[in-house]
């Protein structure tokens, strides 16, 4: 079945260390995003990336951190360098129609409690 | 900036209507919009385009105002399934990510 998937599904960390927070689709799309959400907050764009090896700050992306080496993958860190990192984060992929924003497909997310 | 959805939060009896809007202060190309259960995935529903095109779920209705740059989400004989939070996602002419108002959060009861 085609879908979207991340890993894992909770996560631990203690203040001052990074985590990867993995991301992976077999949907064939191009465009990937990850997203942060805080209880009464919606949901805020980190990253996002359009093509392979090439992605774009969103709103918040300080303290953070991607890469973007296959079409289905789009890890991303989270650095000690993030002051208030625990939330819950979405991992998004999409088509592209016309280069517009296509049906966005949200992955389980990941909750990051940081101790 | 993130576009303004209200009411923030709606209780419904099975079967009654609702209406959720949401409004931006800059020109839109179009919106999206998104239903999210608790501790799970927001969902796809919607997507209007700036020329009147519509993408999404035959039940669901929407509207797309562009001069006043606001949409509005129609929900009709509203059934328990409905519950949760929606959100809308709006893009700007020359933008490629979407900004997400703050959430409704819709309870259908019976």
């Known amino acids: 079945d085609g879908g979207i998937t991340q890993s894992p599904k909770y996560l631990f960390r203690k203040e001052g260390q990074n985590v990867t927070l993995s991301c992976e689709q077999n949907l064939n799309h191009d465009a990937m995003y990850w997203y942060r959400q805080d209880p009464g907050q919606g949901l805020r764009l980190i990253y996002y990336s359009q093509i392979v090896n090439d992605f774009q700050k969103g709103d918040i992306a300080e303290g953070y951190s991607v890469s973007r080496e296959k079409k289905e993958s789009f890890p991303l860190t989270v650095t000690s360098a993030q002051k208030n990192p625990t939330a819950f984060y979405l991992c998004?992929?999409?088509?592209?129609?016309?280069?517009?924003?296509?049906?966005?497909?949200f992955g389980p997310g990941t909750r990051l409690t940081v101790l | 900036q993130q576009p303004v959805q209200s009411p923030q939060a709606v209780i419904l009896r099975e079967g009654e209507d609702a209406v959720i809007n949401c409004s931006s202060s800059?020109?839109?190309?179009?919106v999206h919009w998104y239903r999210q259960k608790h501790g799970e995935a927001p969902v796809f529903l919607m997507i209007l385009l700036k020329g009147g095109e519509q993408k999404g779920h035959e039940k669901i209705s929407a509207s797309f105002n562009e001069k006043k740059q606001q949409s509005s989400l129609y929900l009709t004989a509203s059934q328990l399934s409905y519950s949760g939070t929606y959100f809308c996602?709006?893009?700007?002419?020359?933008?490629?990510?979407?900004?997400f108002g703050k959430g409704t959060k819709l309870s259908v009861i019976p």
């Open positions: 800059k020109a839109l190309y179009s």
């Open positions: 998004a992929s999409s088509m592209k129609p016309s280069g517009r924003i296509g049906e966005q497909f």
């Open positions: 996602g709006t893009d700007g002419a020359g933008s490629y990510q979407l900004t």
